[in-house]
């Protein structure tokens, strides 16, 4: 229920026209919410496909399209494909509108950490650090604590960093959060959320702006 209601909530920072990048986890999600609501844009993998739709039906399914989490998808009408140097010069180049990325833990001045957890098993850096510098507008999106009920919107990060100072906006399933001039700002709360509970749940320290 809680990534359901991130899901909907990022998807309101999609507008028609856009370039987006899904990141791995919560984001990719957000592919059947934009299929469902008949938004016109094109989402972007860095593995090589500018075009992904939906999640794909039994029959649908195509184990050569694959999102940038290894996923099956589909590509709209349109869609294009190359390789992943060119996919790059796209986002490094800043051709991506938005990109939406999971984390781990975000800080109080918009530090991201969502790469790696010291002593586990890392798949790959991705195209991350990449997107941090080279989008033109960074989201993350993530449940406000973890399995132990501990805050990941923290002071300072504890896991290694993707990038400092690079997220605009943060969503949970408790609030949304800008970062402007290094100030953390609560601007709306999630349905039924009170502005004590997430002050309860945020180890970082921010200013009330509803």
Request: proline share 2%; aromatic share 6%.
């Amino acid at each position: 229920m809680s990534k359901e209601v991130i899901v909907k909530r990022a998807t309101q920072e999609v507008k028609n026209g856009m370039y987006i990048n899904l990141g791995i986890g919560i984001p990719t999600l957000i592919a059947d919410e934009i299929d469902k609501l008949g938004l016109d844009v094109f989402l972007h993998s860095e593995n090589g496909l500018l075009g992904i739709g939906a999640y794909p039906t039994k029959d649908e399914v195509d184990a050569d399209l694959i999102n940038a989490g290894k996923e099956t998808v589909t590509a709209v009408q349109g869609a294009s494909f190359f390789d992943s140097a060119e996919s790059f010069a796209m986002i490094r180049g800043g051709h991506i509108d938005l990109a939406i990325l999971g984390g781990m833990e975000v800080s109080q001045y918009g530090d991201l950490a969502n790469y790696m957890i010291p002593k586990k098993l890392v798949k790959g850096m991705g195209g991350a650090m990449d997107l941090v510098n080279g989008a033109k507008k960074i989201v993350v999106v993530m449940e406000h604590v973890n399995k132990k009920g501990e805050s990941k919107v923290k002071k300072i990060c504890d896991l290694p960093l993707t990038g400092k100072n690079v997220v605009n906006r943060l969503i949970t399933d408790m609030g949304v959060f800008d970062f402007k001039d290094g100030v953390m700002q609560l601007i709306e709360l999630q349905p039924n959320v009170t502005l004590e509970e997430i002050q309860a749940k945020t180890q970082a320290e921010f200013t009330v702006c509803l």
